[in-house]
């Protein structure tokens, strides 16, 4: 095998379950997705991340395991992927002021119920979580 083949194939892999866990159980982020499941009532869970983003990992982790544990967090909210790096510049990053990546947010109707930024502790995320199906 080549060996620039070799190294190539392998890095390619390495970032094959960061890409995986990062959309893990959430739907991924188009334009006007957002603003269509609030006109719908629903309550949306939105991640603003990266796959390359080593806290963004880290708040996954701890969403993902939180969902694990309480099924109502999947019963009363809409998980939303947003790609940073693609859509970064994007109205709805803009309209909620989002500065950067790692950082979460929960919207209902017109009103925001929380935002984590760059937390990543269990504590912090699950009340936000909390929040999301209390509201």
Request: with cysteine; net charge neutral.
């Amino acid at each position: 095998m080549d060996r620039r083949y070799f190294l190539a194939f392998t890095a390619a892999l390495a970032t094959l379950p960061l890409s995986a866990q990062a959309n893990s159980g959430s739907v991924a982020y188009t334009p006007g997705l957002v603003d269509k499941a609030l006109a719908e009532g629903k309550t949306v869970f939105i991640d603003f991340a990266t796959d390359w983003c080593t806290t963004c990992a880290a708040q996954n982790r701890v969403i993902q395991k939180l969902r694990a544990e309480n099924p109502a967090y999947d019963a009363g909210l809409l998980f939303v992927y947003f790609d940073w790096d693609q859509y970064s510049k994007d109205e709805l990053a803009r309209r909620l002021k989002i500065p950067r990546r790692s950082v979460l947010v929960v919207l209902k109707g017109d009103a925001e119920i929380g935002r984590v930024t760059l937390g990543t502790s269990e504590e912090e995320i699950k009340a936000l979580l909390d929040a999301g199906i209390a509201a």
